[in-house]
């Protein structure tokens, strides 16, 4: 095994394929990811598809929140605008599914610039109120443009086919979320080794010394929420499809806390942290679900007092993740391999 791993230029240090063994165990994962479909049921199918869902869209904030430092809670309303654009496309313009998806989005990218504006003049928390205010915004459109949307009735998407043949079902569905997964987390980790990653991390450290050095602070900070928006709304176009329906309940503002809780969790700054944390939030609260079960087996008729607990301890996790490990899941995957690639000389 390896006790040391020395880089002598930035192109070593940042690329994908570090080693042999790396690639190997990668090569694992993709071959797992193709068996899965063919051994798993409806449920884990299911799964499958929600976490492939959370990745991506954690991914896409965390390229503006972890990489560039600029606070978002407007995340879910870019994942709704891009099922709306995807779903008036397709019903009403007789786009294909498939051509739906980046026009999705651009509109979700075009809205992300806009609401990225005052990220020029304001930051922190300031920054913070103005995306919650895009969010109350874009709800209420949502809601009211009924000649839009449809207001609270929502509309019907078919689901997606190629030559008639239609995914509509979790197995034949999942191939078309892992193919985007793929996509969007290959596009992301070159991103972040770019030039354009480089600026993003600059102005996350400090925008003001970001500038001195000459980087242009209104062209990065507005392609940062022009990226995440754009995955946001890739996001939106795969669920909607994927549910067959769109209604404005699908993207309130507990959606946007719960893809800031999968970056804080799986760790700022680290795409693999998206990963993990988009797994963790998608994977716990079916966990809690599942012991809920149990206890209801065991002891019939207190199962209420059970029910409400679920999101006592979904909260207590976040909160413990914050207090001992503020990294989130990312740094503890790298001390352990930092232990294994080390040991058995720790120093």
Not at 101 to 126: M, N, Q
Not at 204 to 213: G, M, P, V
Not at 328 to 338: C, D, P, Y
Request: aromatic share 16%; proline share 4%.
């Amino acid at each position: 095994m390896r006790c040391g791993d020395f880089k002598e230029t930035y192109v070593k240090d940042e690329e994908i394929f570090q080693s042999l063994f790396v690639k190997f165990w990668l090569g694992v994962l993709f071959v797992f990811l193709i068996i899965f479909p063919f051994v798993a049921n409806q449920y884990l199918l299911y799964i499958a598809n929600m976490i492939g869902f959370a990745v991506i869209g954690a991914v896409g904030l965390n390229l503006l929140t972890g990489f560039t430092g600029q606070i978002s809670l407007g995340h879910a309303a870019f994942i709704g605008i891009g099922g709306y654009t995807s779903a008036i496309l397709v019903t009403r313009l007789g786009f294909s599914f498939w051509l739906s998806i980046p026009f999705a989005g651009l509109v979700a990218a075009a809205a992300g610039l806009v609401i990225g504006i005052p990220s020029l003049r304001v930051k922190g928390l300031y920054l913070c109120i103005a995306t919650l205010a895009a969010q109350f915004i874009f709800e209420f459109i949502f809601v009211h443009w009924e000649s839009l949307t449809n207001g609270i009735t929502g509309i019907n998407v078919p689901p997606p086919a190629i030559a008639g043949f239609e995914f509509n079902t979790e197995k034949r569905f999942y191939w078309i979320t892992l193919v985007v997964v793929i996509l969007a987390v290959i596009y992301a980790r070159n991103l972040v080794r770019s030039r354009m990653g480089r600026a993003f991390m600059a102005i996350r450290d400090r925008d003001l010394s970001a500038e001195i050095i000459g980087i242009n602070l209104f062209r990065y900070k507005l392609s940062a929420f022009a990226i995440s928006s754009f995955y946001a709304g890739v996001v939106g176009a795969l669920w909607i499809s994927y549910l067959k329906v769109i209604t404005p309940e699908h993207f309130p503002l507990l959606l946007s806390i719960e893809y800031l809780a999968m970056i804080i969790v799986g760790g700022l700054g680290s795409v693999l942290g998206a990963i993990f944390g988009g797994i963790f939030m998608t994977l716990v609260p079916e966990i809690l679900s599942f012991l809920a079960g149990i206890v209801k087996s065991i002891l019939p008729g207190r199962e209420a007092i059970f029910e409400p607990l679920k999101n006592v301890i979904f909260g207590l996790l976040i909160i413990l993740f914050l207090i001992f490990e503020p990294r989130g899941l990312a740094e503890i995957w790298n001390r352990v391999k930092s232990f294994f690639r080390l040991w058995p000389f720790s120093y």
